[in-house]
């Protein structure tokens, strides 16, 4: 029973120290909030976003959101944007959200489902390295929502992104528009 008991409580430990444990932000204007890896930097404002850096800095890996104002989708209602984004959007589009000529970003995968009620847009992409400095990978979750968009982005270099996805994963998909 004594080996059992201790199987199990090790295999407990285990798992907790595979997943990384998490720190709630909740955005100061109170449009959303997101968990960030804990041990990452305080979050921190840049530009219209908030940012959270690795352990070494942006230059390992780093993740933002923000809620953007988009006063086109003011005009629908949450069902008639649920049905016009059902499908994952095309490249044009994602550079157009992005403010980036299309030739700045390649698309590595892309989908679109419903969460709590509204469609969320999910990307992962490449940016040119003259977009931030250094060629990144970004995985990208996109709330579109009546006269907003609630994003999460989490990005690295190519040769680390992959053992940063399950991560990156929960960070975009932590993130829930208030």
């Not at 285990?14 to 041990?39: C, M, N, Q, T, W």
């Not at 403010?99 to 847009?121: F, Y």
């Not at 390295?129 to 579109?144: M, N």
Request: proline share 7%; hydrophobic share 45%.
């Amino acid at each position: 029973m004594r080996f059992v008991f201790a199987t199990v409580a090790c295999l407990a430990l285990i798992s907790i120290g595979a997943s990384p444990a998490f720190a709630r932000y909740v955005d100061p204007g109170k449009k959303y909030l997101i968990e960030f890896p804990a041990g990452w930097s305080k979050p921190v404002p840049v530009a219209d976003s908030v940012q959270s850096d690795a352990p070494g800095g942006s230059k390992v890996a780093f993740c933002r959101a923000n809620s953007v104002r988009m006063p086109t989708l003011d005009a629908y209602t949450q069902q008639k944007i649920n049905t016009s984004f059902a499908k994952p959007l095309d490249d044009a589009t994602w550079a157009g959200v992005m403010k980036l000529e299309p030739s700045k970003l390649t698309i590595l995968n892309r989908d679109a489902r419903i969460v709590d009620g509204h469609v969320v847009q999910f990307v992962t992409l490449r940016l040119t390295a003259d977009v931030l400095g250094q060629d990144l990978t970004v995985r990208y979750a996109s709330h579109i929502l009546v006269g907003r968009m609630v994003n999460a982005l989490c990005f690295a270099p190519p040769k680390s992104f992959d053992s940063l996805k399950t991560t990156f994963e929960n960070v975009i998909t932590s993130l829930k528009p208030l």
